[in-house]
Nanobody, 124 residues
Framework: QVQLVESGGGLVQAGGSLRLSCAASGHTFRSYAMGWFRQAPGREREFVGG????????YYADSVKGRFTMSRDNAKNTVYLQMNSLKPEDTAVYYCASTNRRTMPTMTEEYDYWGQGTQVTVSS
């Protein structure tokens, strides 16, 4: 059974930083691409960033490019999202997801497994 468990969310002031973690189990982690999405109240879930399988490269939504960085540790079955220069509009529940697609998936329907989410709140 595949499980994705996010952690690291919390309350931070604008301009601050947080690092989210997503621990995966139940599948061969290095064989899966990973993604981070977020969902604010009343809005659709949106893509934040993705990282390819293996030692793959990361790619980002324009809204977070230059501020957020994804990385993965295949030995620990964990993917990270380092978030710097946070803005109030970054406030959302953040979800990690996994997929065995070889492309660069950015759509929710392209991901097979999801975590429960972790709340990030950025105060102004």
């Amino acid at each position: 059974q595949v499980q994705l468990v996010e952690s690291g969310g919390g309350l931070v002031q604008a301009g601050g930083s947080l690092r989210l973690s997503c621990a995966a189990s139940g599948h061969t982690f290095r064989s899966y691409a990973m993604g981070w999405f977020r969902q604010a109240p009343g809005r659709e879930r949106e893509f934040v960033g993705g990282i390819r399988r293996g030692f793959g490269s990361a790619y980002y939504a324009d809204s977070v490019k230059g501020r957020f960085t994804m990385s993965r540790d295949n030995a620990k079955n964990t993917v990270y999202l380092q978030m710097n220069s946070l803005k109030p509009e970054d406030t959302a529940v953040y979800y990690c997801a996994s997929t065995n697609r070889r492309t660069m998936p950015t759509m929710t329907e392209e991901y097979d497994y999801w975590g429960q989410g972790t709340q990030v709140t950025v105060s102004s």
